[in-house]
């Protein structure tokens, strides 16, 4: 009997040590997941690669309104940014009947972690992180930011949606820049590609750091607030990395992270169904973004600036936004482009950007490169001026780069 007894204790002993043993190794596999998870927002950033985020703003219904993918090299710090209209009708990977707009996505029970990836498969690529917030926590988050200032190319004045936003350099508090990336003209399919275009406003003015970034904050403070205002993967230790590698560039001498950035839309053919409502599906059946998510990642990995001697240029504004001549100075300026003058140019109607040959054509096409424009046209008109060439702004210039 004693034998049996100490027998079975001894069983006992050896089942609580093999639990014991499975609990160790199960605790160290769990921790070394933990220290991977939040090492690998530093060792990317440390390596110069390539981060990607996935944004979604939503409404009180869970509705997805505004869908924006954000890839960042942190060895050129380098930015693109793709926008994608809400009524896209893309695949989840649930089911047989797994597609669906990406605007209902959040009312069909899709997981935080099932859009990104769905959002990643639309566009061939893996999205690394994911960042959603309702309109109330976007309205608080521009407003702790003490606002953002967007270049608004023309006014706003819609009398039947009563809206008003004035053309030029404007600062937006939460309410207004909530308005202003709302703002859609019309049904027109056009009207929601400009709506695009001011979602990417606001998020180029957000990455114009101001210069009293940091003032009032902390890592930790910083972190636990925005914590409270948005659904996300990111721990708060990588909230902190990410705050502290933003406050490192800019003690050397970087603030603007929108600087040569690559925007892309997500253009779609339209298709009515039921009931009179629509869905749109992506152009050559999401092949075409595609390709144009490969080029922009291999363009983040180039540096920009002008080799060789340095550009001497002129600015003519050929439109009717103020200041838009001056602050296309000062940023082609920071790319060592020698700029003689600004001027209003001889009409404010250009519609395109163009530039004129002066001296060097293989100049002038480095300037086309690299504010994208493709208009570049030889002059036989002499001047004195001793300049390679002129630049003039037209409606589809957006203050750094000619719009597609």
Known sequence: MAKNIDKNKGDVIALLLIVVVFLLIGGIFYASQFFKAEEKLKIALDNGQIISFCFANYNENREITKTLVLFYSANTNKVSIVSILPKTYISFNRNSSDYMTIEEAFNKRVTNNEFKDAIGKFLGTKIDYYVYM????????????????????????????????????????????????????????????????????????????????????????????????????LTQEDIKIIYNEIKKRFENGIIDFSRGIIEIIVYCDRKNIENGNYILQPKNSGSWIKGEILEAISDLKKEEKIENSKLVIEIKNGTSIVGLALRTKKHLESFGIKVTETSNADSENYQNTIIIVRDSEQKSRKLGDLIHCKKIVKTTEESNKKIDATLILGKDFDGKIVRR
Do not use: C, M, P, W
């Open 134 to 233: 309702d309109n109330e926590s976007f309205i608080k988050f521009i407003d702790i930011l003490e606002g953002v200032e967007i270049q608004n190319r023309e006014t706003i004045n819609d009398a039947h949606q009563n809206v008003y936003i004035s053309s030029g350099d404007v600062l937006f508090n939460g309410d207004k820049a909530l308005e202003y990336a709302s703002y859609i003209k019309d049904d027109k399919l056009e009207s929601y590609y400009q709506h695009l275009n001011k979602i990417q406003d606001i998020v180029k003015g957000l990455l114009r750091i101001k210069e009293n970034f940091g003032g009032d904050f902390n890592e930790q403070g910083i972190s636990n607030y925005i914590q409270k205002l948005i659904i996300t993967n």
